[in-house]
Structures are given as structure tokens and as C-alpha cells.
């Protein structure tokens, strides 16, 4: 039997004896938080009896089993589940005949989370956020099956059903309402097993989505430093999300517990996650001075994204604020607010399609932003494409340094240089440019692969200090201009020394050069088009292969093999 309870890391340890003739004695751990002894104490005794029960019941080996699902139990009702099934085990013609179980009761425990204490195998883990959004679908069908047994429930009776969802949501939404329908019959089959067979629930198709807005690194900026319409907790969670591109879902719930302010590194819980899959990566240098400075004003709080005062974030609330703060802010490009036929207007999650779009355009690997993002794939990636054209031709870059555009007290100042950027040339800030795995970049040998570059319109710049430079980089670190991808000026293809173009002992690979052509011809620099059109010739002339003829390389052929 339990002999004693004691505290440990995580949880409690129960001490208990059983097994055959109760002759083992170990201990069970407790899933109870410390500052729950009194329940940790009842669940000890019960342990207790269920545990001389099963030695009665001659379940020596299930023993063990039985015990450790009980003690990792957070509920009372799933505590009480597994005492039931001991009990009915041990007195089968005491145990109560279960009642049939309809639609409603089952939507029920499935939004409650009764159903995955008691299933955990076959039913995934939502929060409380999910599962009132699972409630709301699944409330328009009550009206026709709530009362119904799943044995009654026929095709007919589904397309009634499906009568009843709302006509003014559009078609991928009405979709999410059917699946929800498919999988509550398909739990009552297994592993509830109310009944044998199901009718069949057709769910729509899922067509593509109106465009989503991009949202500007100088909208960004201007809404980041609105001091006094927008609270510094929107303001924060906005820049955050710009930056990381992680879904306002799991965003909401990381704790100071999952951020190491010393390496710079943030987790994500599988449990939090759409994919059911954890995750971390390392926050880019301007988030994580950002962090340390909000850690320093809000020590007292275990939650990173803390709501306004008098307010709660959930994903609606953020939401439903989002916008007006825009206008608060001052921002005033119509397709955020009144999108035309075939867009939407700007939503808070269009901070993730501006983050893989932003990225993608300055070079970073699809890697590197799944990290961050969450996509299962890189193929989901290729749906911003339009986006990145777009960013690409009007010269888009990063967002500006994270705690600089909030304006937070010692954020660290920018250099000079990027102090001197444009409106449309910022914001990519760092000490030096290194290759990217999505582009082609001039190497060291050819004198771009080290310190800052330029920005554009290089002729206005003043020579780069190195002393001005900061300690360490604030952007993404192998990036360090925005509008030209880590290429140079348009206008000094032929002045700069360390372009290859005329000196034949230097030599580029053809994607660089097929790229040194583009900039070349936008900037009307005919010499440079010769030179470089003259180089990619000699290439593919390399490439070609020497046979005149199929006859020549034949008679090739039989020669080497005589």
C-alpha cells in the first residue's frame, strides 16, 4: 500500500506497494504542481486501494501500468477514470451498463479535453483557444444530430446538418466546419466505439486564398514608433512577429522560461504548434537586445507578450486591435484597410506572410525561415513568390533593428552608414556579407565578400567608419543591404575595383554573372553589358559540346574502344 509522499522536480512521488502479495515497493511519479499537496495527498491513499485491488484481482504484471496512468492524471475526472476501470475490473457485475452516448455529449467531452485525458493516444491536444474555435463549428449541427445516437445518424440527416452552416463564410472555411463533422463520427467508430459504421461526410475542396497584403518595412517602422496611440505590449508583439514570422497562436503562450536571454536561443512546445512539432532557433541579434530590455521591464512577469493594462491577448483580441492601430498610427494605404475584389484587407497574420516574403527576397534559406516560421515544407514557401517579385522590384529590405524602432531606453545606436540609408533602402543592418544559399554573391576573391556595402545611390554615401559600426550586427547576420541582395550599385559596375568584369584572371560563376547583366541593363551601362554577355558566351561555348555531327561521335566512340 502508499507508504509516503515525497516533493520532487517536477511533480510528486508517491511511494507504493504492489504487485504479488504487495511485495514491491516503488515509487509513482505525480503529475501535480507543488503548490497542490492536499490533492497529491488524496490521490496517495487512492493509490493505495487501487493498487491492493489489483493484487486481489491477481494483475500483478498490469499493476504497474495502471498505477503510473493514474499518477499522470492532471484532472480529477481522468484520476476518477482509471479508478472506475480498476473497480469494474475487479467487480464486473457491480459495474453500471454504459448508457449510449450521443452526438452532443461526445462534442462535449471532445471540446472539454475529456476525451484526450481519456485518449490521448488517438486524440490530439488543443488549447482552450482551439477548442472553443472546435466548439463554434461544431455547435451548427446540434440542431439536427445533438440528440441523435451515432447508430441513427444517416445521410440524409448529414446533409441536413450541413444545411445549417453559416451562408456568409467562404468556401475553405466551410470546409473546416465539415471536416470537424467527419472527424466527431469518426471518433465514435474508434476508439469510442459507439458504433460499427459512419456515413461518408464530403468535405469541399480548399481553393486559393485572396492575395494577402504585404505590410512595408516603413509601415512597420512608423507603427513601431508610434509612441502614443499604440501600447509598447501591441507595438512589441507586432515587432516580434515582423521579424520571426511564428503564428500568433504559440506566440501568445512563450513563457520567459522558454527564452534564453544568454545564448539567444527560443523554444516552441510541440504542444503549442499546428504541426505538433517543437522547435527553436536562435533570435537574430537586434530581437535579442530587444528581449534582454523587455526582460529588464517586466521582471515580475513570466509571460513574454504581456497584454495592455485592462486587456487580454487571444488570438481574437489581437485581431480585432490590429487594425485600428494602424490608423492610429497614421498609415493610410487603402488596401489595408478596404481591399479590392480578389485581396483581403491586412490581417494580424499577414505579419508571417511579410516575414517569409521579406526573407526570401534578401536571401535567406528556406531553411532558415522554417525555423522560424513553423511550414512543414519548402514547397509551401513558394506561394509568396508574387510577393517577392514585388519586393524585389521596388527595393525592399529588412525590417529596421528591433528595440531602435520601438524606441526602448538603451537600445544600441545604428552606424552611420545605416543612419544614411533611404526610406526604401533600409533596414538590413550588419557587419559584414557573407554568402546566402538562395543567391548568387560575389566571394571574397573579388574583393565584395567583406565590410559594408553600399547602399544605391553610393555616390551620396559618405566614406563607411569602421568605428561607427556597432559591436554586434542587428539584423539577420549574413546580410547587410537591402535593396541590391548583397550585389553592388547599379551605377559603379564599371568603376567598382573589385568587380571582375574586364579582368579576365578573375572568373564568376554564370548565375552571378547572369545577375551583374540584369543590374547592367537596368542601369544602361552598355560597356559592362558587352563585357559580362561576352564572358557568358565564352561559357557556354566551354559547355558546348566538340562533335559536328552523331556520325563524328560515333566513329569517336569505336576509336577509343579499339
Not at 456515413?199 to 502614443?228: C, I, M, N, R
Request: with cysteine; glycine share 8%; aromatic share 6%.
Amino acid at each position: 500500500m502508499a507508504s509516503r509522499l515525497r516533493k520532487k522536480t517536477k511533480g510528486w512521488g508517491a511511494r507504493v506497494r504492489f504487485g504479488e502479495l504487495l511485495g514491491r515497493d516503488e515509487w509513482i511519479h505525480l503529475d501535480l504542481p507543488h503548490d497542490q499537496e492536499a490533492v497529491a495527498l488524496d490521490r496517495l491513499a487512492r493509490l493505495g486501494v487501487m493498487a491492493r485491488r489489483l493484487a486481489e484481482l491477481g494483475k500483478h504484471i498490469e499493476a504497474r501500468a495502471f498505477l503510473e496512468a493514474a499518477g499522470a492524471q492532471r484532472s480529477e475526472r481522468g484520476f476518477a477514470a482509471i479508478e472506475t476501470r480498476v473497480h469494474e475490473e475487479m467487480f464486473p457485475e457491480s459495474a453500471p451498463q454504459k448508457t449510449p452516448r450521443t452526438f452532443r455529449q461526445v462534442v462535449q467531452d471532445l471540446c472539454d479535453g475529456t476525451l484526450h485525458e481519456l485518449h490521448p493516444d488517438d486524440i490530439g491536444y488543443r488549447t482552450k483557444e482551439g477548442r472553443d474555435a472546435r466548439r463554434t463549428q461544431l455547435a451548427a449541427f446540434l440542431p439536427v444530430l445533438g440528440d441523435k445516437l451515432f447508430a441513427q445518424i444517416t445521410r440524409d440527416l448529414i446533409d441536413e446538418a450541413k444545411r445549417l452552416i453559416p451562408k456568409d463564410i467562404g468556401q475553405n472555411t466551410r470546409m473546416r466546419y465539415c471536416r470537424e463533422l467527419r472527424y466527431v463520427l469518426q471518433l465514435a467508430v474508434e476508439p469510442l466505439r459507439l458504433c460499427e459504421h459512419v456515413p461518408h461526410v464530403s468535405v469541399p475542396k480548399q481553393v486559393d486564398t485572396d492575395l494577402f497584403q504585404l505590410v512595408y518595412p516603413d509601415e512597420e517602422s512608423q507603427l513601431s514608433g508610434a509612441l502614443l496611440p499604440v501600447s509598447l505590449e501591441e507595438r512589441f508583439l507586432y515587432a516580434y512577429l515582423a521579424r520571426n514570422g511564428s503564428r500568433i497562436s504559440e506566440t501568445l503562450q512563450v513563457t520567459w522560461d522558454h527564452i534564453d536571454l544568454e545564448r539567444g536561443k527560443i523554444r516552441i512546445a510541440k504542444a503549442w504548434t499546428k504541426t505538433k512539432r517543437a522547435r527553436f532557433w536562435d533570435l537574430e541579434p537586434d530581437v535579442l537586445e530587444a528581449f534582454r530590455l523587455r526582460r529588464l521591464m517586466i521582471h515580475d512577469s513570466a509571460i513574454v507578450f504581456v497584454p495592455p493594462p485592462g486587456r487580454s491577448f487571444t488570438r481574437v483580441t489581437v485581431y480585432q486591435h490590429f487594425r485600428p492601430n494602424l490608423r492610429a498610427a497614421g498609415l493610410t494605404r487603402p488596401e489595408l484597410f478596404e481591399a479590392p475584389e480578389g485581396e483581403r484587407p491586412v490581417t494580424i497574420h499577414d505579419w508571417r506572410a511579410s516575414f517569409v516574403t521579406l526573407a526570401r527576397n534578401i536571401g535567406m534559406s528556406d531553411r532558415w525561415i522554417r525555423d522560424r516560421s513553423g511550414h512543414e515544407s519548402a514547397r509551401v514557401l513558394e506561394k509568396y513568390d508574387r510577393g517577392v517579385r514585388h519586393a524585389r522590384e521596388q527595393g525592399l529590405g529588412w525590417w529596421a533593428p528591433m528595440a531602435i524602432a520601438l524606441g526602448m531606453k538603451g537600445a544600441k545606436e545604428p552606424s552611420r552608414l545605416a543612419s544614411q540609408l533611404g526610406p526604401k533602402q533600409v533596414q538590413v543592418w550588419a557587419k559584414e556579407l557573407l554568402p546566402s544559399s538562395r543567391i548568387g554573391v560575389l566571394t571574397d576573391r573579388c574583393g565584395l565578400g567583406r565590410g559594408p556595402t553600399h547602399s544605391i545611390n553610393a555616390a551620396d554615401q559618405e566614406p563607411h567608419d569602421p568605428s561607427s559600426t556597432p559591436d554586434a550586427p542587428l539584423g539577420p547576420a549574413h546580410i547587410s543591404i537591402s535593396g541590391q541582395r548583397g550585389l553592388p550599385p547599379l551605377g559603379a559596375l564599371h568603376e567598382s575595383p573589385g568587380l571582375p568584369v574586364g579582368n579576365p584572371s578573375v572568373e564568376l560563376g554564370e548565375s552571378t554573372l547572369r545577375r551583374l547583366l540584369e543590374m547592367a541593363t537596368r542601369a544602361s551601362d552598355w560597356d559592362a553589358v558587352g563585357e559580362l554577355s561576352a564572358q557568358l558566351k565564352a561559357i557556354e561555348a566551354r559547355r558546348a559540346p566538340n562533335v559536328t555531327s552523331l556520325d563524328a561521335a560515333r566513329r569517336r566512340r569505336e576509336e577509343g574502344r579499339s
